[in-house]
């Protein structure tokens, strides 16, 4: 996509979604707007843009939509279907969140546990990985359970408009079909590159809150945005968008499971920095429900835990350096 | 050529020439060792060609994209053949030649420089000037007093001058306006350092080696067509480095940084803490290179750069603390009480890494730069 047309479908996207009533419009809303704008097609031909622009204006909006479950889905093989919710992995893990038991492989029978979007309340069909399992030749492989065999119950947590449900399978019948052995890395590396341009959108919001506060707050005869302690703060907080923002076009010039990784524990790094000096420049008001600040902060971090947190990813990343004594540069010029 | 091609072909040949390249001294070595290391380097690889690529035909160069000598400088820093502090001169003041001096000159000079037949130095810094370059004060005037002049007469003194000590020749800014003038009163001017006139005086840093030098300039005499740039205009001749410094060296900083964790990685215990700190300082540099690799793609794009680059020099700065704070904890004690060789390396190391905060603008102008410029926040008076 040429960056003309890359910047007009963002504008629009944009805009669309702030016409959709912004952060008090449901996921459904959303859906039916990134529905009617092609979502689906885009994320067909131009996965990378059509990834970037939905997610960054979502989390620049802090809009609800359940387009990941279509990301993970189409990472999958699988085609995404409004009807049809994905079972996430568990807060700050990455782990296939379904298995199959050895004794029950013959009745096709699966336990799972853990997170979906808001199209876990509306979908007839739940889609779920299932790990290899502890017999010999056992194969990771997707099964599709009914909604009604499954525990489905919304999180209200740190932020009730997130969408986020909790899944529960118990020994529930599934129709299964082997998958490729790389196929849940690859959609858990589309999911963090989705997660992460989500986490980028909110991290730009928050900042660019606490800047238009901080010259617009007037203390001590003068805009406190003239202080140098708070100038230092919104550098700190930009110097952590930017990068973020750098470690996606690298996570999309060399997709792989380690640039996506990398990108969702930068995504991390950034949203607690950007959160903790956005929060101290913006004070009172930011302490406050009266300012949109506090959405993005309890989104931004019921985010990190999807796909795995950054100290979590740090830690895998610096248990496979140990493991190979080899440190990757990864990306070159 | 290709830059990959670049790559993949220096490559085979920095293997292929491994054992001649590679330091002829035992670690740590002196600072003497470090510069006929380098030296002997930038011979061997202006002798076959590959330190002539991305530099321009008329000084010496072999032509192409300047990314491919971006590429060379990482490849040297990644396998430890030359200091990238050390070797970021070239990248800075070569390019500053061939913008603003007399053609030439640069012919004559730029491949001098390459090949490793001499050392050039940045008269940029004075005791006056810490992060305010514009008040420098080092003075330039007419010899004879009127204009033109065939000759400049230079009074004053500089400081921090990286290597002056081992220089040929010193890219020096000097005032040529009123004292209150700033950056509208300043000119460069290409000294040879054997001019009469001329006292280097090296200064031990915090990690004992002696690579800067106080520069004292008595009554030295430059002919004028030693001037770089337009008379007064010594301020986009110092400003003009800043592409270079802030991507090319920056690149090969970075290469330079990969190869330390790799190195740390290499000694470290396999436990989970150690893990923590490996991770967390991989993920750092990650971004960094992300970043920088953004920056040289936009330079070479025909950017402009600017402003932004400042936030490059905030990660380029954290990321080598955060790689010599992990070094600490990853191998403690190794840095306060070994007297090993690698003991040493590491100590001597990890005191330079602390100047990453300072040098090419303090961490405190770069948020300030960004937070005028880039974030619109105003002026801060």
Redesign the interface.
């Known amino acids: 996509m040429m960056d003309a047309e890359r910047a007009l479908l963002a504008e629009t996207v944009r805009d669309a979604i702030a016409a959709a009533g912004g952060p008090a419009a449901g996921g459904a809303a959303l859906d039916a707007v990134l529905a009617e704008l092609g979502w689906r097609e885009m994320l067909d031909a131009e996965p990378r843009d059509a990834i970037d622009i939905v997610f960054t204006a979502l989390g620049n909006a802090n809009g609800t939509a359940t387009v990941l479950d279509d990301v993970v889905m189409s990472a999958l093989g699988a085609a995404p279907r409004p009807d049809v919710a994905v079972i996430l992995p568990r807060f700050g893990t990455w782990d296939p969140p379904g298995r199959i038991e050895a004794d029950r492989i013959d009745a096709s029978k699966i336990d799972a546990r853990g997170l979906a979007t808001g199209r876990a309340a509306t979908a007839g069909e739940l889609l779920v990985v299932c790990d290899a399992g502890a017999g010999p030749g056992a194969e990771p492989c997707i099964a599709s359970v009914a909604v009604s065999v499954a525990a489905i119950d919304a999180v209200r947590g740190i932020d009730p408009e997130a969408g986020f449900h909790r899944v529960r399978v118990e020994g529930a019948a599934a129709a299964i079909t082997p998958l490729d052995a790389r196929a849940w890395e690859s959609a858990v590396a589309a999911g963090r590159r989705a997660v992460a341009h989500q986490m980028a959108g909110a991290s730009r919001a928050m900042?660019t809150l606490a800047?238009a506060h901080?010259?617009e707050r007037v203390q001590f005869g003068r805009?406190i945005?003239?202080?140098?302690a708070v100038?230092?703060r919104?550098?700190?907080a930009?110097?952590a968008v930017?990068?973020?923002e750098?470690?996606l076009?690298?996570a999309g010039d060399e997709p792989n499971a380690v640039t996506a990784a990398?990108a969702k524990?930068?995504a991390g790094?950034t949203a607690r920095t950007v959160a903790a000096h956005c929060q101290q420049v913006l004070a009172g008001i930011g302490f406050t429900t009266e300012h949109p600040f506090h959405r993005f902060l309890k989104r931004a971090m019921a985010l990190e835990g999807i796909f795995g947190s950054?100290?979590e990813?740090?830690?895998?990343?610096?248990?496979g350096?140990?493991?190979s004594?080899?440190?990757p540069?990864?990306?070159?010029? | 050529m290709e830059i990959a091609d670049f790559r993949a072909g220096l490559a085979a040949w920095l293997d292929e020439h491994h054992d001649e390249l590679a330091p002829q001294y035992s670690p740590p070595g002196t600072l003497d060792d470090h510069i006929a290391q380098m030296q002997r380097v930038k011979s061997l690889l202006f002798d076959s060609g590959w330190m002539r690529y991305g530099w321009p035909e008329h000084v010496g160069g072999l032509g192409g994209s300047p990314m491919l000598r971006t590429e060379l400088g990482a490849a040297i820093a990644a396998r430890d053949l030359t200091d990238p502090g050390l070797y970021s001169l070239v990248e800075v003041l070569a390019p500053t030649l061939i913008d603003f001096a007399r053609p030439s000159l640069a012919a004559e000079v730029v491949p001098r420089l390459l090949s490793g037949a001499e050392m050039w130095c940045q008269g940029f810094s004075e005791p006056g000037t810490g992060s305010d370059l514009s008040s420098l004060s080092c003075r330039a005037v007419p010899d004879g007093g009127a204009e033109p002049a065939s000759g400049w007469v230079i009074n004053g003194q500089k400081v921090w001058t990286s290597l002056a000590q081992y220089s040929d020749r010193c890219v020096l800014l000097t005032r040529t306006g009123s004292a209150e003038s700033r950056h509208r009163g300043i000119t460069a001017f290409f000294v040879d350092m054997d001019t009469p006139g001329i006292t280097v005086a090296p200064i031990e840093m915090i990690n004992g080696v002696r690579e800067f030098a106080e520069v004292y300039f008595d009554d030295v005499v430059v002919p004028a067509d030693r001037m770089l740039g337009e008379l007064h205009g010594g301020w986009a001749v110092a400003m003009s480095i800043l592409p270079y410094e802030r991507s090319s060296c920056f690149w090969q900083r970075i290469a330079y940084l990969y190869r330390r964790l790799q190195l740390l990685v290499d000694v470290a215990s396999d436990d989970d803490r150690t893990a923590e700190v490996v991770g967390n300082a991989y993920v750092q540099l990650h971004a960094l290179r992300a970043r920088s690799r953004v920056t040289q793609h936009r330079l070479a794009a025909g950017a402009t750069l600017g402003a932004e680059t400042s936030i490059d020099k905030v990660l380029v700065a954290s990321a080598e603390h955060a790689v010599y704070d992990a070094v600490r904890r990853i191998l403690p004690g190794v840095v306060e009480m070994d007297d090993s060789a690698s003991g040493d390396v590491w100590r001597e190391e990890y005191l330079y890494s602390r100047a990453a905060t300072i040098y090419g603008g303090t961490a405190e102008i770069q948020r300030n730069i960004i937070a005028r410029r880039l974030l619109d926040l105003g002026s801060d008076e």
């Open positions: 900042l800047g901080a010259v805009p945005a003239r202080f140098q100038r230092h919104l550098a700190e930009l110097v930017e990068a973020l750098a470690a076009t690298a990398l524990a930068v790094r950054a100290d990813i740090a830690f895998h990343l610096g248990r350096l140990l493991a004594r080899t440190v540069t990864l990306i070159e010029l």
